[in-house]
């Protein structure tokens, strides 16, 4: 099994480097600098406990891997980027390809069916960091994530098992599910507050801002009759697997759409994650104005390159309370 990593940034990049690390065949498909990075240097892994550069293949695009029937592609791009990711892939690789997604949000499977029959759900609690070309940051101890897997829409079957020993063989906690779904929306649910730790700072999740955007989200899965994970089974799950520590004495700045923002990208993923919300509330009549907020006040401060943690919970409380 040949493991081909689509979108080897902070998530991606930390798969990849730790199934290489423990002998699995890994190819990596990255772009631009990060790519040239690679390809010229090797990635560069830093953790608490090392920092090591890794001589991983490395691929600017799928028309440039010689693909074989039986790869397992793990997209890591984040989800605003899956629909020409997928488009791409569809053009080079065979449909025997296993394609599972290791993304936030829940529509990334369903868009993957479109193009191959052999889908699955990673749900991803994974703190990583990609800020800089060719070097990917992973913060958690003893183990690097939690990677569970399970077949899209439910089910597991041998490539799901498969999939899941290679992650727990590489410094994961990962075991196969039948319901992974239910499990990527209740991570959903916690993903709603990505554009408050952008904004305002990762503190922010502790204020009401969070609360309410949560508690939408809740409502209008519920109204939905989309069954997902609580809080205090997803709690249970991450157990003491995984805590993070600093990486050269320097804490984690912030999630995947802070680091959007700090690396001055013009699109974030909150379209996919508060905005899956909001189609929910509209398809089911649950009003969702601090998820409509978040939206989009978050892809505007992508596209005016607003600096990460610069606006106020406050603030932000304060347009919600004009809506």
């Not at 290489?20 to 890994?26: K, N």
């Not at 793990?74 to 605003?80: E, V």
């Not at 296993?98 to 703190?127: K, T, W």
């Not at 205090?232 to 697997?241: C, I, L, N, P, S």
Request: with cysteine; net charge negative.
């Amino acid at each position: 099994m040949r493991f081909v990593i689509y979108g080897a940034g902070g998530i991606g990049g930390v798969i990849g480097a730790r199934l290489h690390q423990h002998g699995h065949d890994v190819l990596l498909i990255a772009r631009g600098l990060h790519f040239e990075a690679i390809r010229d240097r090797g990635l560069r892994l830093q953790t608490p406990d090392e920092d090591v550069t890794l001589s991983i293949s490395v691929a600017d695009h799928p028309d440039n891997v010689d693909w074989n029937a039986h790869d397992v592609v793990i997209l890591a791009m984040k989800s605003q980027d899956s629909p020409p990711a997928l488009d791409a892939l569809a053009g080079a690789a065979p449909t025997s390809i296993s394609v599972a997604c290791a993304q936030n949000g829940v529509a990334n499977e369903r868009a993957a069916l479109r193009f191959f029959p052999n889908v699955y759900g990673i749900c991803v609690m994974c703190p990583t960091s990609y800020l800089t070309p060719g070097v990917v940051q992973a913060s958690g101890v003893p183990a690097t994530g939690i990677l569970d897997v399970g077949r899209y829409p439910d089910g597991v079957d041998e490539t799901a098992v498969a999939i899941a020993a290679a992650l727990a063989d590489s410094t994961f906690v990962s075991v196969p599910r039948p319901d992974i779904m239910r499990w990527k929306y209740g991570k959903l649910l916690m993903n709603l507050g990505n554009g408050i730790d952008a904004l305002c700072g990762p503190g922010a999740r502790g204020t009401d801002l969070f609360r309410i955007v949560r508690d939408e989200g809740v409502a209008t899965l519920r109204a939905a009759g989309i069954p997902f994970v609580d809080a205090e089974e997803d709690a249970a799950r991450r157990g003491d697997h995984m805590r993070m520590r600093p990486i050269d004495g320097q804490r984690r700045g912030g999630g995947s759409t802070w680091q959007s923002l700090t690396r001055g990208l013009s699109s974030v993923e909150t379209d996919y994650l508060n905005g899956e919300i909001v189609m929910l509330g509209r398809l089911h009549g649950v009003p969702t104005p601090a998820n409509e907020l978040m939206q989009r006040i978050t892809a505007r401060a992508a596209r005016d390159g607003v600096e990460a943690g610069s606006v106020s919970p406050d603030e932000l409380l304060a347009q919600l309370a004009l809506t």
